[in-house]
């Protein structure tokens, strides 16, 4: 891959902005449990290795399990592996990851209410909004794992 650009240093504000959105999920109504299986599933999507690893770590330092993020891109045939709450999240994240195909589905909606108020969908929201950002700045400009990018 060809070098390209260091963000943080040509374009620090909006990186100040970006970290401002990670500040706010910090204090977020959803759980961590939820913001980390946004964060690797919207990765996995969009095949940003730099935050899929950073995150699997970071689920995995947060206490989720080895089987559960090694059977995360396959959550819909994984029946017992994830929760009704869980499955919703990540359908949200799946549709909004990939808002070209449909986007977030009035049935996809409609059964998120049932487990979530709406301030916790607009987390919910935020924070796949927040990981789809980040995969695009890391991926466009060809981030490596293990390189900082705040």
């Known amino acids: 891959m060809q070098k390209r650009f260091n963000f943080k240093e040509v374009a620090p504000s909006a990186l100040k902005a970006m970290v401002g959105l990670e500040m706010y999920l910090s204090k977020a109504s959803i759980s961590k449990t939820s913001k980390e299986l946004i964060k690797i599933r919207a990765s996995q999507i969009n095949g940003c290795a730099y935050c899929i690893n950073i995150h699997t770590q970071d689920a995995i330092k947060s206490g989720e399990t080895n089987q559960?993020?090694?059977?995360?891109n396959a959550w819909r045939e994984a029946e017992d592996i994830f929760t009704e709450e869980e499955k919703v999240v990540l359908a949200i994240t799946e549709e909004i990851t990939?808002?070209?195909?449909?986007?977030l589905s009035d049935e996809t909606y409609s059964t998120a209410l049932q487990f979530?108020?709406?301030t916790q969908l607009a987390d919910i929201i935020t924070a796949i909004i927040t990981i789809n950002l980040w995969n695009r700045v890391v991926l466009s400009t060809h981030l490596p794992i293990g390189q900082s990018l705040a």
């Not at 990939?98 to 986007?103: F, R, S």
């Open 68 to 72: 559960r993020i090694f059977l995360l």
């Open 98 to 103: 990939l808002i070209h195909q449909n986007g």
């Open 116 to 118: 979530f108020s709406e």
